[in-house]
């Protein structure tokens, strides 16, 4: 089955408008995964370009504070892989915004993982992006992906070799997603120093779009990395206010106050 | 002879479990790891200094001991006790401790990290790092830093920073992912001196190669005292680094059982024990892909074991191919069995051992009288110091002035 393309068409189409992609992270199930499907559509009001649903896991190694907290109020009003694939279906149903799963490997495996990409692609599920999966362990899911027409989306690190930037191009499709600086997910007050470089290094070696994410949480942000990157990846500063406004009546307006104030869309 | 081993390969599998599932920024300094490793395995005077460490430092050769009056008192088995308790710091952990500090110093790392769950491996992590000058923090859950108390003043003793981690179950498993976030950040600067056969390639392997001198020395011991291979190994298992290495040089005996014991907690209930074998399945934690404690959803369970050492959901991915393969048998020992089986060993050999260890001894209690004409030999890992506090709760009437 080929790629819905919807990924490559949004980066495209992004690009003509001359802006970057506003890739929007949210942990699925938090507060309540009954409220997820309202989220995000108000996010893609706001002007997010791409939803990356985030599966919540019990030991996120890869994320800081404010995803962990996330997760483990996901994982605590009952979420589960079914619940977000529910999630990803509903949201599909209203929205021709791009999907991909954002994941740890565990979860999905114990859902199986060919059941996984049937059920996801069915879904509306456009990508996958596992954040403990190497290249080097991924050729039995990449297959599976491919095989169901998922886009696979491969992390580039500040620390990766010009051998493993090869090889993480190599295995992406859709995108890839430029992690900016060492460290953990959460949102810090300037942009990493060599995220720049690492970007044109990566564009010597793939034309596919290139996304930069961890410790974005400005318009600022966005404009300078706009100048040089298809798109921009914003996740804990969304999750920071689910988590202020979880319990408010008017949290979905919040969350779409915040991603126009990102996007700069009125 | 004991065969070579041929595992893991290149990518770091024993069979389908081990690998690297780690973020990508990682995935260099693990490469880089594993040429330090390789190379310094070729270099004279890497071997010749650790070998001068584990003799002057550490105190090895440790004493085979035949445990006599325990063994008449069993009525059974003749056992044979492997003293890594003996060693500098009070258990195995060293060996590896001075394997990972000589490679971290040639990559030229200036801080070193660690997680430690019973403290034993945080106080050997301290120790090396105070006897090479190297800065030194150690994560910890919170409720091992309230039951192993004075492994966290030692630690504190020898300069290292302990940190406290509050999430999840406060245990090993938090201590780990707390350790892997420090390590993600400051990758640069510094050496995560993992201290389990865990986590992602090349940790199991090395972490194993820095341990097999407790098997290599106890076979040519045991070869020389009775001219002949025990019939059983005993070792506990929580992510298996001490019983990787004995195991390994028997390993190509096939003659000889190995048995490793998981900690069997409270009851068989998911979340009251850290018995993988028998209550997990295959999925990936911290790193590697191995027998895991998780629910239905692939999260990861909590565990239980009175010994804090053993409290962790995934265990080492040789393990899980020795199991697989039938080389090795797991089982597991209760909280209770294993109290009693250190206060049988205190007071028939005037060895307390540590928690960790008795589950291993209590394995070996069960079976010896059944066992005539049987050799058995079992891994003491550690000593039992550090659990007085626990053993003082466990064991109340003997804290009273008129205790017997």
């Given amino acids: 089955m080929p790629s819905s393309e919807r990924i490559a068409r949004c980066f495209e189409a992004c690009k003509q408008a001359g802006r970057p992609a506003l890739v929007a992270y949210l942990t699925a199930g938090d507060p309540h995964p009954d409220r997820t499907v309202e989220l995000a559509l108000a996010m893609e009001r706001g002007g997010a370009d791409l ?84 290249v080097e362990e991924a050729d039995a899911t990449v297959a599976a992906m491919k095989k169901h027409g998922l886009d696979t989306v491969f992390l580039a690190a500040p620390t990766s070799t010009e051998r493993r930037l090869k090889l993480v191009a190599e295995y992406s499709t859709g995108f890839v997603y430029v992690v900016s600086r060492t460290g953990v997910t959460g949102e810090q007050a300037t942009v990493a120093g060599g995220v720049h470089e690492l970007v044109d290094q990566l564009k010597s070696l793939t034309s596919l779009p290139l996304a930069v994410g961890f410790g974005i949480s400005r318009r600022e942000h966005v404009e300078a990395i706009g100048g040089y990157a298809d798109g921009v990846v914003v996740g804990s500063a969304f999750m920071r206010v689910v988590e202020k406004y979880g319990s408010a009546p008017d949290l979905a307006a919040q969350l779409e106050s915040f991603t126009r104030e990102l996007s700069g869309r009125s | 002879m004991s065969t070579t081993i041929k595992t893991p390969d290149a990518g770091g599998h024993f069979g389908p479990y081990g690998g690297r599932y780690v973020p990508e920024t990682l995935m260099a300094p693990l490469e880089e790891l594993e040429r330090a490793f390789h190379e310094a395995q070729q270099d004279e005077s890497f071997r010749a200094e650790l070998k001068d460490l584990l003799a002057n430092f550490a105190g090895r050769p440790t004493p085979l001991y035949e445990a006599k009056r325990l063994s008449q008192t069993l009525g059974g088995a003749r056992i044979f006790i492997k003293r890594e308790d003996l060693l500098h710091t009070g258990a195995h952990k060293i060996n590896n401790c001075l394997g990972q500090i000589l490679l971290a110093r040639r990559m030229g790392k200036k801080r070193i990290i660690a997680e430690t769950g019973a403290g034993q491996h945080g106080v050997a992590t301290a120790t ?91 076979r040519a011991q045991i070869l020389e005292r009775i001219g002949r291979l025990p019939d059983t190994i005993f070792a506990c298992v929580g992510g298996g680094s001490n019983a990787i290495g004995i195991f390994t040089a028997f390993i190509g005996d096939a003659g000889v059982k190995l048995v490793g014991v998981e900690a069997g907690g409270r009851s068989g209930k998911l979340g009251e024990h850290a018995a993988r074998f028998s209550g997990g399945s295959p999925g990936v934690l911290q790193g590697a892909y191995s027998y895991l404690l998780q629910d239905e959803d692939g999260q990861v369970s909590l565990t239980h074991s009175v010994s804090a050492g053993l409290d962790y959901a995934l265990v080492g991915p040789e393990h899980a191919w020795l199991h697989d393969q039938g080389r090795a048998e797991y089982v597991s020992a209760t909280d209770s069995s294993a109290l009693n089986a250190a206060k049988t060993l205190a007071r028939t050999e005037g060895i307390i051992p540590a928690l960790e260890s008795s589950h291993a001894i209590a394995e070996a209690l069960r079976r010896a009288p059944a066992a005539k004409d049987e050799v058995f030999l079992i891994n003491l890992s550690g000593r039992g110091d550090k659990d007085t506090d626990i053993y003082r709760e466990n064991f109340p009437e003997l804290d009273q002035d008129n205790a017997e």
């Fill in chain 1, 51 to 134: 939803l990356e649903l985030g599966v919540p896991f019990s030991d996120p190694i890869a994320d800081g504070p404010v995803i962990q907290h996330a997760s483990d109020r996901a994982l605590h009003a009952g979420t589960t892989v079914a619940r977000v694939l529910e999630i990803a279906r509903e949201i599909r149903a209203h929205s021709s915004m791009p999907i991909i799963l954002f994941s740890y490997m565990n979860p999905l495996l114990r859902y199986g993982f060919d059941r996984l990409c049937t059920d996801a692609r069915a879904a509306g599920v456009d990508g996958c992006l596992f954040t403990d999966l190497s």
């Fill in chain 2, 128 to 218: 090396v790092c105070a006897l090479f000058g190297l800065e030194c923090v150690v994560y910890m859950g919170e409720e091992d830093m309230r039951r192993q108390r004075l492994n966290v003043f030692r630690m504190r003793m020898l300069g290292a920073k302990v940190v406290s981690v509050t999430s999840g179950s406060r245990t090993l498993k938090d201590a780990v992912s707390e350790a892997m976030r420090d390590w993600v950040t400051n990758v640069s600067s510094t050496h995560y001196l993992l201290g389990s056969a865990l986590g992602s390639h090349p940790y199991p392997m090395l972490v194993r190669d820095f341990h097999r001198c407790t098997g290599d020395e106890a």
